[in-house]
C-alpha cells in the first residue's frame, strides 16, 4: 500500500477514534510492526493491521448491530449479549469495505484480534499479541514477561496471554466467548504435543 493511502486511513482513523484509542492503535501498529521485523514478516503489512484493529472500537452497540444486519454478518449469541466482542467483525468488514483493504491475512487479523483462533497466521498473532502489550497498556500483571518472552518465543508468549485472558474473565464474571476457549485450548494441546 502507497504511503499516501496510509495517510489516509489514519487520518480517517483519527477521526472515527477518540483520542486514547488512537494511540492505542499507533501503538499497536508500532508493536506489530517490530515483531514482523523480528519474525521476517512483511512489516508494512503488520503496520495497516495493526492500525486497522480497533476501527469499529468507538462506534455505539446499536451501530455495530445495525452494521451487521446490513451488512449480512452473522450475530452470535455471546455477541448479541457482549456487542462489545463485535468491534472485531465489524472491524474487519470496515477495512475491507471502507478502507479498501483486500489482503485476507489482514481482515482476518482484524476480525480475530480479540478471541484468536485456533491455527492462526503469524500476522494473526502478531496484532493478538501487539495488541496486549503495546506501550500503553499497564493492566495485567505479566506484561513484563510477555514483552521479553514475545521476542523469544511468539508461541508461548500467545499462552501467557490467553491464559491470564481466561483467568481475567473469569474473575471479572465476563461471559467468555466459546472461540477463546478454543484458542487456549489448540495452544496449550500443541505445546503437549511439542513437549510430549
Ligand atoms: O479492543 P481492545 O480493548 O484494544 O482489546 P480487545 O479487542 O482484546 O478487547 C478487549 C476486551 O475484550 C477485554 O475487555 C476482554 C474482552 N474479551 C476478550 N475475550 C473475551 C472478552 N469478553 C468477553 N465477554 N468474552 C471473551 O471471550
Ligand atoms: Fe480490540
Ligand atoms: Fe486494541
Redesign the pocket.
Known amino acids: 500500500m502507497a504511503k499516501s493511502e496510509i495517510q489516509k486511513i489514519r487520518k480517517e482513523l483519527a477521526k472515527q477514534l477518540d483520542s486514547k484509542?488512537y494511540e492505542?492503535t499507533l501503538g499497536?501498529a508500532y508493536t506489530a510492526a517490530a515483531l514482523a521485523m523480528r519474525y521476517d514478516y512483511d512489516i508494512m503489512k503488520a503496520f495497516e493491521a495493526g492500525l486497522l484493529?480497533?476501527c469499529a472500537?468507538c462506534m455505539t452497540h446499536e451501530e455495530r448491530l445495525n452494521y451487521c444486519k446490513k451488512n449480512n454478518l452473522e450475530v452470535t449469541e455471546?455477541e448479541k449479549?457482549?456487542p462489545?466482542?463485535l468491534?472485531?467483525k465489524v472491524g474487519a468488514d470496515l477495512s475491507n469495505r471502507k478502507y479498501g483493504i483486500i489482503d485476507e491475512d489482514i481482515c482476518n487479523a482484524v476480525r480475530f484480534?480479540?478471541?484468536g483462533r485456533p491455527d492462526m497466521t503469524l500476522l494473526e498473532k502478531i496484532i493478538?499479541i501487539a495488541?496486549?502489550l503495546e506501550p500503553h497498556r499497564c493492566e495485567a500483571e505479566d506484561l513484563p514477561i510477555v514483552r521479553k518472552q514475545v521476542f523469544v518465543d511468539i508461541d508461548s508468549a500467545l499462552r501467557t496471554i490467553l491464559s491470564d485472558?481466561?483467568v481475567?474473565?473469569e474473575k471479572?464474571g465476563?461471559?467468555?466467548?466459546?472461540?477463546?476457549?478454543k484458542t487456549y485450548e489448540y495452544y496449550i494441546n500443541q505445546e503437549r504435543q511439542v513437549t510430549g
Open positions: 484509542r492505542h499497536v484493529h480497533d472500537k455471546i449479549k457482549n462489545s466482542l468491534h472485531a484480534h480479540t478471541t493478538f495488541d496486549y485472558t481466561l481475567f474473565l471479572s465476563n461471559e467468555i466467548d466459546p472461540m477463546t476457549v
